[in-house]
């Protein structure tokens, strides 16, 4: 099982073979993703924001993995990451770069269908996103990722980037754990002085399938709020999250990056 850590020791993943996924957020370059299996475990490992020029300039798989310890933390169902220092191969050039790594979340017998697809071929006329998953029974896993994706302002969470898993012989559906927040926190900055500027309380325009534009008025759709995560957050809490990760980003973006989780929190602690 995947743990949630940081390796930092230099890995040789040259024998991966990357493919080219276009950013869905509007980004110049590319994310790109590969597979292994090994000992019959599937592991997919995914880069940050890749430019063929600049080579990887992004810092979303490191998204990843802060987004993974604040959901232990709230006791939230996720995929769990590695994050992982690593030696890569892209067309004949090499790159030192930090990637992520997770294993596959399907159960045995379990397929996999994209939400958007899966509402496309089982709603009733008119039905709302929300109101389907309600219908279905997914009420609280779709709460919990609203309340989530406010409070790391979670840009990306289209109709693919949720998922229905099912399994025809035991005739069980569930939503499948939260993942893919690498389009979150303060991705869009390059530069500490970026960083610095940032107002981590803005509500910027996002891509959400549920729910409109702004990921702060899509709380309005909760139920009830105080049922969504498990567990609270503190100030305590900062340093389990970014533990071994002053080794990777500079302090001014940890401390940017908390300042963001934080204040959303308080905010949704007092709706």
Known sequence: MIETKVILEKQDLTYLKWSHIRSSSGNAGSFLKSDSTLGGVKRYYKLSNFDPVNGIVGHECINEIIVDRLLNILGVDHIHYELINAVIEIEGRQYDTFLCCSEDFKKQGESKAALDNFYTANSLKGESHYDFCMRMGWQRDIDTMLAVDYLVLNRDRHGANIEVLRNARAKTMRIAPLFDHGLSLIYSCMSD????????????????????????????????????????????????????????????????????IYERYKIYEEL
Do not use: P, R, T
């Open 193 to 260: 002085k970026e960083a610095k500027k940032y107002d981590v309380l803005e509500d910027k325009k996002c891509q959400n399938f549920i729910g409109g534009y702004s990921c702060y008025e899509n709380l309005s759709l909760i139920k009830n709020k105080k049922d969504v995560f498990l567990n609270g957050l503190s100030s305590k809490d900062k340093k389990a999250i970014f533990d071994d990760l002053n080794n990777v980003i500079s302090e001014v973006f940890i401390d940017k990056i908390w300042e963001m």
